[in-house]
């Protein structure tokens, strides 16, 4: 059977549209004091999660978030074509200590704010090309983050306050050719935008374009 793509400008249609068949998003403790506390799977007190460094405590919150989801997709690693994963770190390096012991087939991605978008429409498609399940994820962790692009918390540099606030987070989400669930039909693949932003406290700014469709 021939696949054709349905294109349309930068959007994709699918006439058998993917679904997602399970997902879960795991947190630290400051996001678990906001008011999203209660949509969250769990929600872990220790920034470190019991790990040596905050890098390491970021991989095993993606591991957790990927194990959950698959576990609420009643699916196995075993069953998992792609997982389609990337993080704000040099090499997507939290991500490849996640999946390491998964033994599954990874493809990985950098659209640092857009990540999950990406991973879940890149996933979608190929779904939608024949693949049966794939895992999209990412995750993110305040600590590393700040160590990644401005300064390590040790250095004790002042931060304005009006600076954002990277999440400690991962999120993963199980999807398949059919079942019970959201349905994807359609995804957009954005261009490179540049918006001269320079301030390096000011990444909500500068990852505007991840969110917005600009128009001209």
């Avoid at 918006?195 to 469709?213: E, F, H, Q, R, V």
């Amino acid at each position: 059977m021939e696949i054709v793509m349905h294109k349309k400008g930068k959007t994709v249609f699918f006439d058998n549209p993917p679904v997602i068949t399970g997902h879960a998003g795991v947190v630290g403790k400051k996001e678990g004091e906001g008011p999203l506390a209660q949509d969250f799977d769990a929600i872990f007190e220790d920034t470190t999660m019991g790990q040596q460094s905050y890098e390491l405590a970021e991989s095993a919150m993606l591991h957790d978030s990927i194990i959950r989801a698959l576990s609420l997709a009643s699916k196995s690693p075993s069953e998992v074509d792609f997982v389609l994963s990337g993080d704000l770190l040099d090499q997507c390096i939290g991500s490849a200590f996640a999946l390491k012991d998964l033994d599954v087939a990874s493809i990985g991605l950098f659209g640092a704010c857009s990540t999950m978008a990406l991973s879940l429409s890149v996933g979608s498609m190929l779904v939608d090309a024949g693949a049966s399940c794939i895992v999209a994820g990412t995750s993110s962790h305040f600590c590393s983050s700040e160590r990644q692009f401005r300064f390590p918390l040790e250095y004790g540099g002042q931060r304005p306050p009006s600076a954002q606030w990277t999440v400690t987070g991962a999120g993963s989400a199980i999807v398949e050719k059919q079942g019970d669930g959201v349905k994807i039909k359609a995804v957009q693949i954005g261009t490179i935008t540049d918006l001269g932003i320079t301030d390096a406290n000011n990444m909500g700014a500068a990852m505007a374009p991840a969110i917005a469709i600009i128009r001209p």
